[in-house]
């Protein structure tokens, strides 16, 4: 089992980013897809959500409105569209695979939004 996130970076307030996580290993079109992040000095915090068919969606709601979380599931892979970027959106996003008590975890990708 592999997620492997990608597409972080350096960012200016104000920009956009899109990350991508490629999935392989399992049954994707299965599981609920998810991106979470974590700060320096801050627990894990849930980002966003997607159902396993893409028809429903989940926002913190500090990112709503400027995120937008969507999956490929003939490519294996779900996205985070980040808009509209905030010095506090710096973190290390990692993408999350759930199906029952199955929970699997990508290595991060890190975003850093300053000027």
């Known amino acids: 089992v592999q997620l492997v996130e990608s597409g972080g970076g350096l960012v200016q307030p104000g920009g956009s980013l899109r990350l991508s996580c490629a999935a392989s290993?399992?049954?994707?079109?299965?599981?609920?897809m998810s991106w979470y992040r974590q700060a320096p000095g801050k627990e894990r915090e849930l980002v966003a959500g997607?159902?396993?068919?893409?028809?429903?969606?989940d926002y913190a709601d500090s990112v709503k409105g400027r995120f937008t979380i969507s999956r490929d599931n003939a490519r294996n892979t779900v996205y985070l569209h980040m808009n509209s970027l905030k010095l506090e959106d710096t973190a290390v996003y990692y993408c999350?695979?759930?199906?029952?008590?199955?929970?699997?975890w990508g290595q991060g990708t890190q975003v850093t939004v300053s000027s």
């Open positions: 997607v159902s396993s068919a893409g028809g429903s969606t």
């Open positions: 290993g399992f049954t994707f079109s299965l599981y609920y």
């Open positions: 999350n695979a759930v199906l029952k008590h199955l929970s699997y």
